[in-house]
Nanobody, 124 residues
Framework: QVQVAESGGGLVQAGGSLRLSCAAS????????MGWFRQAPGKEREFVAA????????HYADSVKGRFIISRDNAKNAVYLQMNSLKPEDTAVYYC?????????????????WGQGTQVTVSS
C-alpha cells in the first residue's frame, strides 16, 4: 500500500496562487494514478486532477482546467498541484490519493490510499 501526505494549503486572495504537495511512500508506484480531490463545506468530495506515475498523463475537472496544473517528480516520489487564478469557489479541503488500478481516474472508489487533507481558503 502507498501512503500519502499533503502539504501547502493556506489562505490566499482571489486571483492568487498556491502549490500543494503530496509526498508518497510505500510500494512501487508503477502504473499508479495519483489524484487530487477536494471537498467544500456542505458538498461532496469531487475530482480535481490526476496524473500517472509512468507517462505523466493528466486529467482535469472542467472547473479547474486551464488554471490548475498537476505534475510529479518521480525521483522525489512527489506529486504537486499548482493552483493559479484561484477563486472563492476553490475553497475546500484538498486530498491527495493513490489509485493502483490504472483506470477510474475520476472515481473515489478506485483510490485506495488517502491523505488527511489540507485546507485551501480563497478570500474574495
Amino acid at each position: 500500500q502507498v501512503q500519502v501526505a499533503e502539504s501547502g494549503g493556506g489562505l490566499v486572495q482571489a486571483g492568487g496562487s498556491l502549490r500543494l504537495s503530496c509526498a508518497a511512500s510505500g510500494r512501487t508506484f508503477t502504473n499508479r494514478i495519483m489524484g487530487w480531490f477536494r471537498q467544500a463545506p456542505g458538498k461532496e468530495r469531487e475530482f480535481v486532477a490526476a496524473i500517472t506515475w509512468n507517462r505523466g498523463s493528466t486529467h482535469y475537472a472542467d472547473s479547474v482546467k486551464g488554471r490548475f496544473i498537476i505534475s510529479r517528480d518521480n525521483a522525489k516520489n512527489a506529486v504537486y498541484l499548482q493552483m493559479n487564478s484561484l477563486k472563492p469557489e476553490d475553497t475546500a479541503v484538498y486530498y491527495c490519493a493513490s489509485n493502483p488500478y490504472g483506470s477510474g481516474w475520476y472515481f473515489e472508489s478506485y483510490y485506495d490510499s488517502w491523505g488527511q487533507g489540507t485546507q485551501v481558503t480563497v478570500s474574495s
